[in-house]
């Protein structure tokens, strides 16, 4: 058993006020990379952390990698206090760094053996053959990692992040510069991970990425959370809808007063519109095309997507 006393409220992971401020000497200023970011993460769930560049995602995961150290806060990952216990806190982790670090002279197995005896795995307790069966890299077990694709270098930085048995595993940004197929390949895999236990925190600019594979986001931006929960609730109950007109006469130009309430022409037989339930009602929009003569074919809502919603709270 542990020492350590251990913080048993069943979350993966947990931040409370996490805070890193930054001197930027060139602007002769402060800045708060993260801002008092609290939430927490059930065990065995796949979350996203979104956020655009500089929100603050990769300082919030080297933070929990213990790479960066926190100006103020708490962190506990797998209940582990991180001023306390900071060693079993790394021990519950696997990082997977954007960047693909790897010895190209070395081949998946001997790379993942030597990973093991970097984390201090006993021998006995060897998890390669596991891990390689796992990521679908038995195949290319032996090859010098510089002969792997793309997909599989990806895999294996995965595999590498997993020899000690992290019960969570953080990605940053996974799926990077990876095209259509091996994205497929790598959602899958990631998938499996997580149906077999492991708790998943992914980075990704990739919306429709968060949106396909996780129930729950975060998103930062400018180091402070905007808005966090289910994806599914979340859209729901966003103040957004997108309408597309199709109408049968063609239009080569829309009436000034539909250009104004903010209506666009996508082509001559078909015109769109953003607009928000709270304040505009579609019979106001409707009245508002008919008044203007013309004759509509077909309307078509559109539900927002995860993309809507982060452009609706991240200007
Ligand atoms: N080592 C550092 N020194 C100074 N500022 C930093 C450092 N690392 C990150 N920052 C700043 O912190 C903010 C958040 O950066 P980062 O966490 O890398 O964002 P993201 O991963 O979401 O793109 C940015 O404004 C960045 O300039
Ligand atoms: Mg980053």
């Not at 492991?198 to 594979?213: D, F, G, K, Q, V």
Request: hydrophobic share 40%; proline share 3%.
């Amino acid at each position: 058993m542990s020492r350590v006393t251990l913080n048993l409220d069943n979350k993966a992971l947990k931040v409370n006020k996490l805070t890193k401020k930054y001197f930027h000497k060139s602007q002769n200023k402060k800045i708060f990379a993260l801002d008092e970011v609290t939430f927490s993460i059930e065990k065995g769930s796949m979350i996203a952390l979104l956020g655009p560049n500089g929100a603050g995602k990769s300082t919030l995961i080297n933070i929990l990698a213990g790479i960066t150290n926190k100006s103020s806060g708490k962190a506990f990952i797998n209940g582990f206090d991180l001023d306390k216990a900071v060693n079993e806190a790394k021990l519950s982790i696997g990082v997977v760094p954007q960047e693909l670090v790897m010895d190209p002279y070395f081949t998946p197995r001997e790379t993942l053996n030597f990973q093991s005896g970097y984390y201090g795995v006993k021998k006995k307790n060897y998890i390669t053959e596991k891990l390689l069966e796992k990521l679908s890299l038995k195949d290319k077990a032996d090859s010098y990692v510089r002969y792997l694709s793309g997909g599989m270098k990806r895999r294996l930085m995965i595999a590498k992040a997993m020899v000690h048995s992290p019960p969570i595993l953080i990605l940053d940004e996974p799926t990077a510069g990876v095209d259509v197929n091996l994205r497929q390949t790598l959602w899958d895999s990631i998938k499996e991970l997580n149906s077999k236990g492991t708790t998943i925190l992914l980075t990704t600019h990739y919306l429709e990425e968060a949106e396909n594979l996780c129930k729950d986001v975060v998103m930062i931006d400018k180091g402070k959370i905007v808005i966090q929960g289910e994806i599914k609730k979340l859209l729901k109950n966003i103040d957004l809808k997108s309408v597309n007109i199709y109408t049968e006469n063609k239009i080569k130009k829309l009436p000034n007063e539909l250009s104004n309430f903010g209506f666009s022409l996508k082509n001559d037989g078909c015109f769109l519109i953003n607009y928000r339930p709270s304040k505009t009602s579609m019979e106001n929009i409707l009245n508002l095309i008919l008044k203007n003569n013309i004759i509509i074919k077909d309307i078509v809502t559109t539900e927002p997507s995860l993309e809507d919603l982060f452009n609706h709270l991240v200007q």
